[in-house]
């Protein structure tokens, strides 16, 4: 009786937590999970299971990405698989989280099968019973009417196109912004010779091809008259950073 009660308990909280889950279309999914040493192609293995229920799978170049989510990373919720092996069975977690990195559905999945790449497949395929299909909210669309267009242009214009000199802060780090041209910028750090940041533009408005100090390459982007830089992290993941004017 008391297996039952908390299987019952477990299968509630799964379906609780997997509504929340199926309010999204979007799903980013790293290029590689970093708790296994092997991929045993379960990047590629999820991602045909999503596709099955229904949600958008988003991986590699951002900048590929649809142009709805440029600035909008919270339309989009990050899947993860995490082994959790033990001596007798092949066992994973599919774990979804949201843009401000809280845990919206764990769901395990466990097989007796010995091969690792075939038993992590079946775990995996039995952890994704439980994600609900997708049903997604709408997403607002950002544009505004027809009428307001010259202001949205001018706003921008005069957002992208400042003077030399203007001063960011991401709370922890102090930078300034030089415009180089029309479409070339870069933050640069008090006292130092080396761009903290070159920002290139692209085909979509107000998104930036970005070259860390560091040689990374990532994207960039205005949003509500901060400057967003999508930070690269270890795990395949990026973490947002919010330089406001000062």
Not at 205 to 229: A, M
Request: hydrophobic share 35%; charged share 20%.
């Amino acid at each position: 009786m008391k297996k039952l009660s908390i299987l019952i308990l477990t299968i509630c909280s799964i379906i609780s937590f997997g509504q929340k889950v199926s309010d999204y279309k979007y799903v980013s999914i790293p290029e590689k999970f970093q708790t296994f040493k092997n991929s045993f192609n379960l990047e590629t293995f999820l991602a045909k299971g999503l596709k099955g229920k229904k949600y958008v799978i988003l991986q590699g170049d951002k900048l590929q990405w649809p142009s709805e989510l440029m600035g909008n990373s919270c339309s989009i919720i990050n899947a993860d698989v995490i082994n959790d092996k033990t001596m007798l069975r092949n066992r994973v977690i599919i774990q979804f989280k949201d843009c401000n990195d809280k845990v919206i559905l764990e769901s395990k999945g466990s097989s007796t099968i010995k091969e690792f790449e075939e038993g992590f497949q079946d775990a995996l395929m039995q952890a994704l019973v439980t994600v609900p299909i997708s049903n997604p909210v709408a997403i607002v669309a950002k544009n505004e009417t027809t009428t307001s267009t010259n202001n949205i242009s001018s706003t921008v214009s005069s957002q992208v196109v400042e003077s030399n000199g203007a001063k960011y802060s991401n709370g922890k780090l102090d930078v300034q912004k030089v415009q180089i041209d029309n479409n070339h910028f870069i933050l640069v750090k008090p006292n130092s010779s080396i761009p903290f940041a070159t920002f290139k533009a692209t085909t979509k408005r107000d998104v930036f091809r970005v070259k860390l100090e560091n040689g990374d390459l990532t994207i960039g982007y205005f949003e509500n008259g901060n400057i967003i830089i999508e930070i690269p992290q270890t795990n395949g993941e990026y973490a947002k950073e919010t330089f406001s004017g000062k």
